[in-house]
């Protein structure tokens, strides 16, 4: 079973930016469908953003899709996630997975990592 780590996280301010960054130690996620979710305290797991393994189609929550992008680094075998605008309720630990049979349904992702903490004050 391949875990992911996250990378990236951290507190900032509303209005600030945070890049998050998904590896795979010792294995390739190349041509693999690649997620991002999260889940804020008392709250469940919520998908966010989705990519394709070329990289060319990709899906957002709606509540991220004007300030979130996803993309991914075949050289580096990374996925990013680039959030702009943040918002206080963006707060949440934010995990990477491969994609299952569903771009947006999380419940048919694997892989999950550990997720990173971002915090966001207002």
């Known amino acids: 079973q391949v875990q992911l780590v996250e990378s990236g996280g951290g507190l900032v301010q509303a209005g600030d930016s945070l890049r998050l960054s998904c590896v795979a130690p010792g294995h390739t996620f190349s041509g693999y469908a690649m997620g991002w979710a999260r889940q804020a305290p008392g709250k469940e797991r919520e998908f966010v953003a989705s990519?394709?393994?070329?990289?060319?189609?990709?899906y957002f929550a709606d509540s991220v899709k004007d300030r979130f992008t996803i993309s991914r680094d075949s050289a580096k075998n990374t996925v990013y996630l680039q959030m702009h605008s943040l918002k206080p309720e963006d707060t949440a630990l934010y995990y990477c997975?491969?994609?299952?049979?569903?771009?947006?349904?999380?419940?048919?992702?694997?892989?999950w990592g550990q997720g990173t903490q971002v915090t966001v004050s207002s």
């Open positions: 997975a491969r994609v299952g049979g569903s771009f947006r349904s999380i419940e048919s992702w694997s892989w």
């Open positions: 990519i394709s393994g070329s990289g060319v189609d990709k």
